[in-house]
Nanobody
Framework: VQLQASGGGLVQYGGSLRLSCAAS????????IGWFRQAPGKVLEGVSC????????SYLDSVKGRFTVSRDNANKKAYLEMNSLKPEDTSVYYC??????????????WGKGTQVTVSS
């Protein structure tokens, strides 16, 4: 199983980045995908998630209207489009794949993060 986030970088205030999450080794289209972030000295927080079929999304209040989550099940990828970035968005961003709640066993996969730094 592999889950790899990429696309981070250094961007100025108000700029944009598109994060990608590439998956392999599991039935991607069965899993909900979540994006999380963790800034230095802070707890991990959920940023956004998208249902397995892509028909339901949710967002952290502070990113609503600026971030958009999407997925391409055919290519086993998920994306986080981030616009109007602010310095407080600076974090390491991770993608997570969670198995459906009705499965008898829970599977929870994490990939290595990608650093996003927003300069003021």
């Amino acid at each position: 199983v592999q889950l790899q986030a990429s696309g981070g970088g250094l961007v100025q205030y108000g700029g944009s980045l598109r994060l990608s999450c590439a998956a392999s080794g599991f039935t991607f289209d069965d899993f909900e995908i979540g994006w999380f972030r963790q800034a230095p000295g802070k707890v991990l927080e959920g940023v956004s998630c998208i249902s397995s079929k892509g028909d339901s999304t949710s967002y952290l209040d502070s990113v609503k209207g600026r971030f958009t989550v999407s997925r391409d099940n055919a290519n086993k990828k998920a994306y986080l489009e981030m616009n109007s970035l602010k310095p407080e968005d600076t974090s390491v961003y991770y993608c997570n794949a969670a198995s459906p709640p009705h499965w008898s066993r829970r599977y929870d996969y994490w990939g290595k993060g990608t650093q996003v730094t927003v300069s003021s």
